[in-house]
């Protein structure tokens, strides 16, 4: 079956760190461009991350140093790594391959004291 599945979310402090994941199954991440998103309440969903087949990783200034994208090509997954968090990353992030029109599940991230 193709599909993404997430895992990784949760509630953190400010300040902390959580690392999402997203397996993928029946097509390779190495061979697509690779994205994640997330979306606030009553916001618009925005672009957060993008990794290249060739590894370049591109990210929003908003989250630009603080947050890292990677894959890990034997287990097929790819993941955002999140530091320095802060009550504005609060969202539900996705990950997406657009060129198989896949997007994971979501999983709820809570940057909360």
């Known amino acids: 079956q193709v599909q993404l599945v997430e895992s990784g979310g949760g509630l953190v402090q400010p300040g902390g760190s959580l690392r999402l994941s997203c397996a993928a199954s029946?097509?390779?991440?190495?061979?697509?461009?690779c994205f994640w998103y997330r979306q606030a309440p009553g916001k618009e969903r925005e672009w957060v991350a993008q990794?290249?087949?060739?590894?370049?990783?591109y990210y929003a200034d908003s989250v630009k140093g603080r947050f890292t994208i990677s894959r890990d090509n034997a287990k097929n997954t790819l993941y955002l790594q999140m530091n320095t968090l802060n009550p504005e990353d609060t969202a539900v992030y996705y990950c997406?391959?657009?060129?198989?029109?896949?997007w994971g599940q979501g999983t709820q991230v809570t940057v909360s004291s």
């Open positions: 997406n391959v657009p060129a198989r029109d896949l």
């Open positions: 029946g097509f390779s991440v190495s061979r697509h461009v």
């Open positions: 990794i290249t087949t060739g590894g370049d990783t």
